[in-house]
């Protein structure tokens, strides 16, 4: 397991889904539920599991999930069993793109089962930069997110290892870097 963690904006959906691309043969995506609104861009089942926030509540009484979190008042996000299982199933390792408290659950679970590795932006001001265009936003939501990721920034050093993301395109070379020296099999 590999999993990418980061604060809102800092890029670690645009290297997971360039790391999916690259490595395919290897690698599958863990589709996390959320009860937060669905964006413009996004497709119900591929990139969430749009919930009500009933049905997660149902689905964290049935244990459903691997590790949940309330984000945001109301706004849940958390790693189903199954989708877990259907990547096992498929043969291939998982890639999650996952919140900070969400990383640090998978990591107590799996431990050394699962590298994590934390996305880090070139500087705050950059973040928020991203996140306003984004234009996804409501601006409580932006004040939310912004106030959520000074708290984010200081877990650095939490997990496995760190990626600046200060160069895109360098950054992909880093983490291709990671993913061939640390996850795939040798030859």
């Known amino acids: 397991m590999v999993a990418f963690t980061a604060p809102s904006g800092a890029g670690k959906t645009t290297i997971v889904h360039h790391l999916l691309k690259k490595y395919s043969e290897y690698f599958s995506f863990s589709i996390s539920a959320t009860t937060r609104g669905k964006r413009d861009n996004e497709v119900d089942g591929v990139d969430y599991f749009f919930m009500s926030n009933d049905e997660f509540q149902t689905n964290i009484e049935e244990n459903s999930f691997i590790e949940w979190e309330e984000v945001y008042?109301?706004?849940?996000?958390?790693t189903l069993r199954?989708?877990?299982?259907?990547?096992?199933?498929?043969?291939k390792k998982v890639v999650f793109d996952i919140e900070i408290n969400g990383a640090q659950n998978l990591k107590k679970t799996?431990?050394?089962?699962?590298l994590v590795i934390y996305v880090k932006p070139p500087d705050f001001q950059?973040?928020?930069?991203?996140?306003?265009n984004r234009k996804s936003e409501s601006p409580q939501t932006l004040e939310d997110r912004i106030k959520r990721i000074k708290k984010e920034l200081l877990f650095e050093h939490s997990f496995d290892m760190v990626l600046l993301n200060d160069n895109l395109e360098e950054t992909l070379a880093k983490a291709e870097e990671i993913i061939e020296t640390y996850v795939l099999p040798k030859d």
């Open 110 to 114: 799996y431990d050394e089962r699962c």
């Open 126 to 132: 950059t973040l928020v930069k991203r996140l306003i």
């Open 73 to 78: 008042d109301d706004r849940f996000y958390g």
């Open 82 to 91: 199954s989708e877990v299982d259907r990547v096992v199933l498929e043969g």
